[in-house]
């Protein structure tokens, strides 16, 4: 059997291994003082405030631009899922009052004749002639 206290990996799991359990320990003593939850909420507090301006100071920039902010584009698009639903509801409706027949492609209305055809094609002969080279 090898001698494990001279294998480097396992020397070094070990190191790992103590290092985490000793910042842990630190960690959960830092944590449960009064002092450190009273930080990070001064903390939370000031991150807050910072991306609150933040936010106000680009819906002003975005508005001297006269682009629109984050507000107003996601306001924008409910409006547009709204729109987009109305329009399903609607198109629901009409496939229903059409009936069967719709579905099938035979709604009644004739179709649209096609214009007459007024240009005809060059014949053979009067491309043969010449109508083109020098």
């Given at each position: 059997m090898p001698n494990q206290s001279n294998d480097p990996a396992e020397l070094w799991r070990t190191f790992l291994a103590e290092a985490e359990k000793n910042y842990n320990n630190l960690a959960n003593q830092a944590m449960a003082s009064p002092e450190f939850s009273r930080l990070m909420n001064q903390a939370g507090g000031a991150s807050f405030g910072a991306q609150k301006m933040l936010g106000e100071m680009m819906e002003r920039y975005l508005g001297s631009m006269n682009l629109p902010s984050r507000a107003q584009l996601a306001d924008m698009g409910e409006r547009l899922?709204?729109?987009?639903?109305?329009?399903?509801?609607?198109?629901?409706?009409?496939?229903?009052?059409?009936?069967?027949?719709?579905?099938?492609?035979?709604?009644?209305?004739?179709?649209?004749?096609?214009?007459?055809?007024?240009?005809?094609p060059p014949s053979a002969a009067a491309g043969a002639a010449g109508g083109n080279g020098p």
């Open positions: 899922q709204a729109i987009e639903a109305q329009l399903m509801e609607i198109k629901a409706m009409l496939v229903a009052s059409l009936g069967d027949a719709a579905a099938a492609g035979a709604t009644g209305v004739a179709p649209r004749p096609k214009p007459p055809r007024t240009k005809r």
